[in-house]
């Protein structure tokens, strides 16, 4: 069993910043991509940035040039900066992580309990 927990969400005024954290714990034997996606009420899930484990990068059009993924493997963490902060960054962010328990194992797909961000104008 894997287990993921968020943190860093809250209340910033546009314009601001906030940064979040998700910790990954218990059976790991390897991560690969790390995560973050967002949902706003009445909408869909969406991807907001992925991290692989070499370090590549992908945004949303959306966030490029504000948000910053990054992680620490020997911490198994993942963490999304988010500068420049828009209403519309307002929504539940999750964590999404795709682990492999063993050698042998596939990648499962994890997910964080999510987190809050409101931005206030």
């Known amino acids: 069993q894997v287990q993921l927990v968020e943190s860093g969400g809250g209340l910033v005024q546009v314009g601001g910043s906030l940064r979040l954290s998700c910790a990954a714990s218990g059976r790991i034997f390897s991560i690969n991509d790390m995560g973050w996606y967002r949902q706003a009420p009445g909408k869909e899930r969406e991807l907001v940035a992925v991290?692989?484990?070499?370090?590549?990068?992908n945004y949303a059009d959306s966030v490029k040039g504000r948000f910053t993924i990054s992680r620490d493997n020997a911490k198994n963490t993942v963490y999304l900066q988010m500068n420049g902060l828009k209403p519309e960054d307002a929504a539940v962010y999750y964590c999404n992580v795709k682990v492999k328990v063993s050698r042998i194992s596939g990648h499962l797909n994890y997910w964080g309990q999510g987190t809050q961000v409101t931005v206030s104008s």
């Open positions: 991290i692989s484990s070499g370090g590549s990068t």
